[in-house]
């Protein structure tokens, strides 16, 4: 079957736009997470769902990064108002029920966004 | 959540075994060790994990250490295609998982 599917999977932007980055997790995996990966840097959580519960955000870096996960399928990651630090890989995951410590995440490869 | 020690590289032959070592030393009793590995520009893609048994699929195997303070991943017979950086994780809550900077495994011909 299909695994992680990101998109798009290259994105430029200018310093201040708004950026959406989308994420269609493996069917009928509940959970999902977003880390991003910047250059010559470890991947670094940044937020994860899991099916109705409230998402745990501990790890986004500012108030301009939100997500958003509709019908527990589709995730969207917005950046808003981006800077060049802001550049990175972005990866999602995801993993299936009942998730648990014993549920490995399988990752798509990425979207790569460079702020100009 | 537990942290990992990895060697920063480590080579190998073609057609060898590749045995990369995973210090977890603060492991607690109910923390998996899982490895992914990651080839340049792709996403990571996961190879194996355990929790204290020995493990085996069709990518490696996995030995871990009755005190479980230590692991070591075993490519049985390693290619040039298994040329990644290795990631030796131990997982945190929410299952999120915590990455270290990994062993860059560089396969020879």
């Known amino acids: 079957g299909a695994g992680v599917s990101q998109s798009p999977s290259n994105k430029v932007t200018e310093k201040g736009k708004d950026v959406e980055l989308r994420c269609d997790p493996i069917?009928?995996?509940?959970?999902l997470y977003w880390y991003r990966q910047s250059l010559g840097q470890g991947l670094e959580f940044l937020i994860y769902?899991?099916?109705?519960?409230?998402?745990?955000k501990s790890g986004l870096p500012s108030d301009r990064f939100s997500a958003e996960r509709t019908g527990g399928s589709v995730s969207t990651l917005t950046i808003q108002r981006t800077q060049q630090e802001d550049s990175a890989v972005y990866l999602c995951?995801?993993?299936?029920?009942?998730?648990?410590?014993?549920?490995?995440?399988?990752f798509g490869d990425g979207t790569r966004l460079s702020i100009l | 959540d537990a942290k990992t020690t990895q060697p920063t590289s480590m080579d190998c032959a073609e057609g060898r075994a590749a045995n990369l070592p995973c210090n977890h030393s603060?492991?607690?009793?109910?923390?998996?060790v899982y490895w992914y590995r990651q080839i340049h520009s792709q996403g990571p893609q996961y190879i194996i994990h355990?929790?204290?048994n020995n493990e085996t699929n069709e990518m490696a195997s996995l030995i871990i250490t009755e005190d479980r303070k230590s692991s070591t991943l075993i490519l049985p017979h390693a290619t040039l295609r298994d040329t990644a950086v290795y990631y030796c994780?131990?997982?945190?809550?929410?299952?999120?998982?915590?990455f270290g900077a990994g062993t860059r495994l560089a396969v020879h011909p």
């Open positions: 603060t492991i607690s009793g109910n923390e998996y």
């Open positions: 769902f899991q099916g109705n519960s409230a998402p745990d």
């Open positions: 355990g929790l204290k």
């Open positions: 069917s009928g995996h509940t959970a």
């Open positions: 994780i131990v997982i945190g809550g929410y299952n999120k998982l915590i």
């Open positions: 995951a995801s993993s299936p029920f009942p998730t648990g410590r014993n549920q490995p995440q399988h």
